[in-house]
């Protein structure tokens, strides 16, 4: 009886064991097929990510390219008066980006409207947003995918040799940021004003052989004053000139490289004493009266020169003429000497600026004396004195105050050298 039960038994759970072994195999199975989808869906999420994001990447690349493009053009038509939008939108195009407003849009600005150089307007902004459709992505993502590409160029206009004024007077806020007070004085030179001007004198009374345009008023008296070209009032501001910038000038810059390759004898660098005995502890470089001056002279601080000779200091037997730069105040007399340029058409170059109208931050002065060059501070006050003065050259300043007696100016557009625009992408 004992027999029959258990052979009973395993009878009953041999079955049993089947069917449970068949469950497990089926839910093994179910599960390999969910590990298999999810798998796959990975699988194409990656492939998706290689072939999505290699063409956004792609996308990103060329829309970089076209706004740098873009840009560049745009600030090389605003240095040569063209028009920039076309310029910048021909750019765009001609890189495969034709601002259609759907697949992607080409968006300019002069000056530009956001970021550090919001407002300048020597700089042209030049934005590209652009959208490709997804591809394998779109299991997780199915929107168009996008980028957004933006570029800065700055513009510097050129110098046309011989597109030279001779006066320029950029403080468009000081009063009156040319004035004129000479006993006796003969201008050949062109007069420009950003505010307004003041021109009287006496003595042998002022004559001006050139054109006189102002944004403000001009205050002109003409029974001592004798005008032989037009005076306009009410023009727009003129940006400076020439534009020269006082980093081609320090050590390593464009034309201080230039003067040290030619004859290094004629370049001085002066930061401190250690650099030259002249330069006092209060920042103020005074050469002594028994030096001979010659070359370009780089000064981080101000500069006083009265007494110093102008002569040979290279010993090639003749004087090849003085620059001084300075990053503050200028205090030159010359005296009786004559004093001609040396590089560039400059005399005098101060990086100097005015903070408060009716002080003087470039004082120039001579007695029976001839200069050949140009006095430059564009953002600075400069005062002219003297007497039995000519000056072959000009004056740029943020104001310029002329006095003194039987003064002339004559001005030379030919000193001044050429240049073409200078366009760069800002980094």
Not at 3 to 13: A, F, G, P
Not at 89 to 100: H, I, K, P
Not at 296 to 314: A, Q
Not at 390 to 411: A, D, L, P, Q, W
Request: with cysteine; net charge negative; proline share 4%.
């Amino acid at each position: 009886m004992a027999k029959q039960e258990l052979v009973k038994q395993k009878v009953t759970v041999q079955p049993m064991k089947r069917r449970f072994l068949e469950r497990m195999h089926k839910a093994e199975s179910g599960q390999a097929m969910v590990l298999m989808m999810i798998l796959m869906v990975g699988l194409l999420a990656i492939t998706g990510l290689a072939v999505d994001g290699g063409g956004l990447y792609v996308l990103n690349h060329n829309a970089q390219n076209a706004v740098d493009a873009a840009s560049l053009s745009a600030a090389y038509a605003l240095c040569t008066r063209g028009d920039y939008l076309n310029a910048a939108l021909d750019a765009a195009r001609e890189n495969g980006f034709d601002n259609d407003g759907i697949t992607n849009t080409v968006t300019v600005n002069n000056p530009p409207i956001s970021g550090d150089k919001m407002g300048n307007s020597a700089y042209v902004q030049v934005s590209i947003a652009a959208k490709k459709p997804s591809f394998f992505i779109q299991i997780v993502f199915r929107e168009p995918l996008g980028v957004v590409a933006l570029a800065e160029s700055f513009c510097i206009p050129p110098r046309i040799a011989g597109d030279f004024g001779g006066v320029w007077a950029g403080s468009e806020v000081c009063n009156n940021t040319v004035s004129m007070t000479n006993s006796g004085a003969y201008i050949e030179s062109d007069i420009h004003s950003n505010n307004g001007l003041s021109i009287g004198g006496g003595g042998q009374g002022i004559t001006i052989h050139g054109d006189i345009d102002t944004v403000g008023g001009a205050t002109i008296d003409y029974s001592k004053v004798t005008v032989e070209g037009t005076v306009t009032t009410g023009v727009d501001t003129r940006d400076n000139p020439l534009n020269y910038f006082m980093a081609d000038y320090m050590p390593g810059g464009t034309t201080a490289a230039k003067v040290v390759a030619t004859n290094p004898e004629l370049y001085t660098a002066i930061f401190s004493t250690a650099d030259d005995p002249d330069m006092k502890s209060n920042g103020t470089w005074d050469p002594a009266s028994n030096r001979t001056l010659e070359g370009l002279y780089f000064i981080d601080g101000n500069v006083k020169v009265n007494g110093p000779k102008f002569g040979d200091r290279d010993g090639d037997g003749h004087f090849e003429g003085i620059t001084i730069v300075a990053t503050g105040n200028v205090d030159f007399s010359s005296g009786t000497e004559g004093v001609i340029q040396f590089v560039d058409g400059l005399i005098i170059f101060s990086d100097v600026e005015i903070t408060n109208c009716g002080t003087t931050n470039v004082s120039t002065s001579g007695s029976s004396t001839i200069w050949q060059g140009l006095v430059y501070a564009p953002k600075g006050a400069i005062k002219q004195s003297g007497s039995n003065m000519t000056v072959y050259g000009g004056y740029i300043g943020g104001s310029i105050e002329f006095s003194g007696s039987n003064f002339r100016m004559i001005t030379d557009p030919d000193m001044v050298p050429a240049r073409p625009p200078l366009i760069s992408i800002s980094q």
